[in-house]
């Protein structure tokens, strides 16, 4: 599986934004696609993810009530719509994949084993 994010840019506080990840290769069987972010200087964390029912969603604390995750069949893209942006949510975000995670192991990042380059979110302040 490949996966390719994009959508990331220069965001004033307070606004908006999508970012989407295109998957490709082979798409079924996936077991989850999680969203991450790494900020300078800091660890990769997790951000959200969705289930492979498509309809099950996770988020961390932090984007809890901003963020929410969409899933597009059709187009085989995860989307990360994120609201109500902070200076904090600066960071790269990368979109991962896994066929053989757990769910309980849904929020950490070395249970995905594939991953998209990273798209840059800046919001200031």
């Known amino acids: 599986v490949q996966l390719q994010a994009s959508g990331g840019g220069l965001m004033p506080a307070g606004g908006s934004l999508r970012l989407s990840c295109v998957v490709s290769g082979r798409t079924s069987g996936i077991a989850a696609v999680g969203w991450f972010r790494q900020a300078p200087g800091r660890e990769r964390e997790f951000v959200g993810a969705?289930?492979?029912?498509?309809?099950?969603?996770y988020y961390a604390d932090s984007v809890k009530g901003r963020f929410t995750i969409s899933r597009d069949n059709a187009k085989n893209t995860v989307s990360l719509h994120m609201n109500s942006l902070k200076a904090e949510d600066t960071a790269v975000y990368f979109c991962?994949?896994?066929?053989?995670?757990?769910?309980?192991?849904?929020?950490?990042?070395?249970?995905?084993?594939?991953w998209g380059q990273g798209t840059q979110v800046t919001v200031s302040s």
């Open positions: 969705v289930w492979r029912n498509g309809v099950n969603t």
């Open positions: 991962a994949a896994d066929y053989n995670l757990i769910l309980s192991s849904i929020r950490m990042s070395d249970a995905y084993d594939y």
